[in-house]
Each structure stands twice: as C-alpha cells, then as structure tokens.
C-alpha cells in the first residue's frame, strides 16, 4: 500500500506524513518511556488490532523512528524502541499533552479507556524546571497495581515505568484520584489531607512535591461571549 502523503515541501507537513496517520503518536508515546514488547503495545492501545499493529510499527521501522530490541536478562525477549529521530519527537508529543490537559482532556467519557502509566507523560509535560533547581531526589508514584517513578536532578527529570530501586519519597493513591488531579478537580495536598492519597519518606523531599508538577488548569474552548 502507498503511504498517503499531502505532497508539500514543508517540515510540518513532511513530518505528518510520517507520523499523522491514526495510532502512530500513540505508539511514539508509548516507546517514549522504554522499549515494549509486541503484546505490551498491544494491551495499552484497545482498539488497535494486531495486523494494524504490526503494520505501524513496521512503517515506523522503515522511516527510522523505531528498531527492533532485545529486552536484558531475565526477560531476554524482542521488543520494539525509539530511535534517535524517534526519541527526539518527545518534546513534541509532551507540548501536545500539555495543550490537551488544558484544552482537551476534561471529564472521562463512558468507555474510555485509562492506563495510569499514561501519567508519566502528563507529569513531565507539567514539570517545573526551576521548582526542581538543587533537588535530587527520586519519586515513586504507586497508581493502583501501576507504579512508576521519577528521578529528579537538579532541574531535570527522568520519568519511567516500574519501581524505583532506592525512592526518597512514595505517593500511593487510586486512578480516580489521578484523574481528579489530571482534570483539575484536586491537588496532591488536598487529596493528601482528604485522605485520598498516601505519602511515606523524606519529609523535605515530600514538601517540594507539590511545587515540581504545576498541571494546567482545564480550559473551554469555546469562546467567551462579549457582553451584549
């Protein structure tokens, strides 16, 4: 099959040749945070079948975004990751998370799937580099049965799925009280004093928390109407 093309010599319009066809962002975000195997793309993406699957991925090895993997030991088994082209689309794909819990996110619709390791993204699309000046330290967030953790050095930070070998501070709460904190309804200090969310570690490192993730206020897009 051809690959559709809007045939303009532009860099936007190049670029959304390669990667604006329906589920490739998707797959880019998912690899931004490591490689995964076939059946892990697979059980985050519903809706996306196998031979579709299968076929995005290989378009994204044929345009270099993407290469094949061997996962280390003790899993030993082939996977898919991001290129040095591909990794460098990350910036772009937090820009647009970032305008979407803004402008886009809003309640969660019937049917809608949620994976709470889709919060690593969100998270470091919100990060605040000159909250974090002078901090080092590694967060480890526990959702549910996901866990992921967030390692911050001095103004930057390194977000990834799974457990943190030596966390300075753990935040455990459900995915509603995520997606509270994601649409705005609720901040980590309250869903704290609420109850709602558990926190254990170094106190100090704890109470720059609050400071380092500044998520953005939902917006309408509708426009406000000028007083008549």
């Excluded at 869903?191 to 969310?197: K, Q, T």
């Amino acid at each position: 099959m051809d690959q559709r093309t809007y045939n303009q010599y532009c860099a936007t319009a190049r670029t959304l040749d390669l990667v604006g066809e329906r589920w490739t962002l998707l797959l880019i975000r998912e690899l931004l945070t490591g490689p995964k195997r076939f059946g892990d793309l697979q059980a985050s993406l519903r809706g996306l079948g196998a031979g579709l699957l299968s076929a995005r991925l290989k378009h994204l090895e044929r345009e270099g975004l993407a290469r094949k993997v061997t996962l280390p030991a003790p899993a030993r088994t082939p996977a898919y990751a991001l290129t040095e082209a591909g990794e460098e689309l990350g910036p772009a794909v937090l820009e647009i998370a970032r305008w979407g819990m803004k402008w886009a996110l809003g309640e969660r619709r019937e049917g809608e799937t949620f994976h709470p390791g889709w919060a690593v993204l969100g998270l470091k699309s919100c990060f605040d580099p000159e909250a974090a000046a002078g901090l080092r330290a590694v967060y480890e967030f526990r959702i549910g049965d996901e866990v992921l953790h967030a390692r911050v050095d001095d103004g930057t930070v390194e977000m990834s799925h799974g457990p943190a070998q030596r966390p300075d501070a753990v935040v455990e709460m459900d995915e509603d009280a995520l997606l509270g904190m994601a649409a705005g309804r609720s901040a980590l200090r309250e869903l704290i004093d609420g109850g709602r969310a558990a926190v254990s570690g170094d106190r100090e490192v704890l109470s720059r928390l609050g400071d380092l993730f500044r998520l953005p206020g939902p917006r309408s897009r509708t426009p406000e109407q000028p007083p008549s």
